[in-house]
């Protein structure tokens, strides 16, 4: 019998082997996950790669278009990482001999109550001349398109601008001595009150019908109305109105001591006397951006990115740019249209995911994206995985029947591997649905 060369059985061998991981793969994500209630009727995609090989040990409808909810921050870190360097670039200034110029170039940390250190507040306060903010690179919108315009009252979607201040929402609070029945004391911070010329009104609701505190603001104007509650301490974010720069400018009036204007005509400068103040490390923003999904931070993450790729602030502008430069390789070309995906029109695959995260940990390294990244036990992952924290890195999303989690997973062997699960359309128990996931990835964790 003639003997079959040594290199032909080997690629036989590892044919094989792929297509019997798949099948044991799928037989595993059918068992629990595809195949479950919750699911049949929904879309699912799932894709899992093996960076090391080249190869996909699973491939359930990767190569289909997902609405990705917060998955889509995957693409604006990617930004944020590509082109923000070290430390975010919060705001260019140049002077003349009796001004100020600030040119913002969206920096969400300006007098975020998370982070302490105030680099523009202290440039501003330590001048003695006028000072102006201009919009000159502000090229976009308050809010994004696709946006769910009923959820401008909720703290997970304030406006977008170049230059916010106390992440773009006021923290009402209300105390009440124990045993007190009515008339708690209400506090807001930032405390507007106390700004003169501030027109932003607060009115007491006499409805009975909600049984908690509840602050709601007027859609189209800074009018807020308070509903007291029966808790004793409750406090409740809600965004503000920017108006472009003019609520930044009323706001900073009260912590530099004095006016701020907005404009002016200081024609252009000589690019040698444009300084920029940088303000926080990056990874300090990325990483509650990531672990805590935060919207807010994200949008702000592409604008900067913007800014210092192209000298404005616009999110269609970048994304035209990454899609075009540096992403031009993905598997599928997505619909990409803000920083959060709180957008109804982003459009990815999971390959798109899965390919991003490869070339994220190949670019920026692995041991900084688990950092980034949540991991069991943590952040939005923090009642999921906490027997595999350490060993799953990963970003959840979720909209009204979207859930979705792509990320990095170390299996026992040591061998790592990156996932992307994406599920649309559903009408289950979300929770039901993220326990069926991580029973599917804890699988292939012992197994692979």
């Known amino acids: 019998m003639r003997q079959i060369p040594l290199f032909f059985a080997i690629i036989v061998c590892l044919l094989l082997t792929g297509c019997s991981s798949s099948r044991v793969i799928g037989r595993i994500a059918n068992r629990e996950l595809i195949g479950s209630p919750d ?124 230059m916010p201040v106390y ?126 999904s935060d919207n807010f931070f994200a949008e702000q993450t592409l604008l900067m990115a913007a800014a210092e790729r192209l000298g404005i602030m616009n999110d269609e502008a970048i994304i035209d740019t990454l899609l075009n430069g540096d992403l031009k390789d993905l598997p599928l070309k997505p619909s990409w249209v803000d920083g959060s995906g709180l957008s109804r029109f982003n459009l990815f695959s999971p390959m798109d995911l899965v390919w991003l995260l490869d070339k994220m940990q190949d670019t920026f390294g692995l041991d900084r994206m688990k950092r980034i990244l949540a991991t069991g036990g943590v952040g939005t992952l923090r009642n999921y995985y906490k027997g595999e924290s350490g060993y799953i890195f990963a970003k959840t999303g979720s909209l009204t029947g979207v859930i979705a989690l792509s990320g990095y997973l170390i299996t026992r062997k040591g061998r790592l591997l990156i996932f992307s699960i994406l599920i649309n359309d559903h009408r289950g128990n979300g929770v039901t649905i993220r326990r069926s996931m991580e029973r599917l990835l804890k699988k292939v964790r012992e197994k692979y």
């Not at 932003?200 to 509903?227: A, L, M, P």
Request: aromatic share 14%; glycine share 6%.
């Open 167 to 292: 992440g773009n929402t006021i923290r009402w609070i209300q105390e009440k001595e124990p045993g007190e029945k009515k008339n708690a004391d209400f506090a807001a911070s930032p405390s507007f009150y106390s700004i003169p010329d501030v027109d932003w009104e607060v009115h007491f609701s006499t409805d009975t019908g909600r049984k908690s505190f509840f602050v709601r603001r007027q859609w189209d104007k800074n009018v807020f109305t308070i509903t007291e509650g029966p808790e004793k301490h409750q406090a409740q974010d809600v965004p503000f109105i920017t108006h472009g720069l003019e609520s930044a400018a009323t706001l900073l009036k009260d912590t530099v001591g004095r006016t701020v204007f907005m404009g002016g005509r200081p024609g252009k400068p000589e690019q040698s006397r444009v300084f920029l103040v940088r303000s926080q490390p990056v990874d300090s923003l990325f990483t509650p951006m990531m672990h805590n």
């Open 39 to 162: 699911l049949r009727a929904a879309h699912a995609g799932i894709t899992l790669y093996d960076p090391a090989t080249g190869k996909y040990l699973y491939n359930y409808h990767g190569d289909k278009y997902f609405t990705p909810a917060s998955n889509t921050k995957l693409f604006t870190l990617y930004a944020g990482l590509r082109y923000l360097g070290d430390s975010l670039p919060s705001v260019r200034y140049w002077e003349t001999d009796t001004a100020l110029f600030i040119i913002p170039c969206g920096d969400p940390t300006v007098l975020h109550p998370d982070f302490p250190n105030q680099p523009v507040i202290s440039l501003l306060r330590a001048s003695r001349k006028k000072i102006y903010l201009t919009d000159a690179t502000w090229k976009d919108q308050p809010l994004g398109a696709g946006w769910a315009w009923d959820d401008y009252n909720d703290y997970y979607m304030p406006e977008r601008s170049p």
